[in-house]
């Protein structure tokens, strides 16, 4: 149920789409009894079929626009929670330029537009997933994007991450990911651990760095929930 919850009232952004993850940790649900964590459910939700008509041809952040509202509202009819939010801090990154300034090249607005690219609704710019070779470190390739929607895209989630930057004008550059399928060490068997934002990719590479900071956030608080009766 806490997959459920945390769609609900914790819209994903395109990031989380692309790469299926959780719009929220899961740590930002407080409150909840055990049973909302461990307990698994089947839910089947009917919409009026105009608006099932409709969805077919919406793109992802329309559909969840569409679906959010509804997806509490069933919430608070089948297991009538009453929840609020409360504004925290949390851990976060600023990204800012490099003492030895920026590596990445302005776009050019008409620049021919590759194959196998991913647009996503309203966005200018575009990414062209992971590319690797054999040797070849994996890098994504973004194009005609501005910092302010890279870090929108990359930072929600476990580790927000904001623009710091000053950076206005649109960029074309390959990210490289650091490479975590390898053990921590060379005479370490144990597998590296999980990379937050800031240490996923090699900024360095871009003449950018990230500089921890604080950063505002809201956690869901749950003042009641009940198990739900069968239909």
Known sequence: LIRVILQAYFAPSDADILSQQFPAPMDRLKNAPPWVMTEPYDIAA???PATADAMKDMKPQQW??????MLRAM??????LVAHTVPIEVQGYALVVGKHGIKIKEAQPD???PQNII?????K???????????????????QITMTELTAFLGKGATPLVDQTGLTGRYDFELPIIDTSS????????PAPDLDVAHRYDWGALGLEMKPIKVPAVNLVIDHIERPTEN
């Open 46 to 48: 009917k919409v009026a």
């Open 64 to 69: 969840i626009a569409l679906e959010t509202p």
């Open 75 to 80: 919430l608070k009819e089948r297991f009538k």
């Open 111 to 113: 620049e021919p537009v």
């Open 119 to 123: 647009r996503f609704e309203g966005n």
């Open 125 to 143: 710019w575009m990414v062209i997933p992971r590319q690797s070779g054999p040797d070849a470190t994996p890098y994504i390739h973004y194009l």
């Open 183 to 190: 053990p921590g060490g060379e005479n370490n068997s144990a």
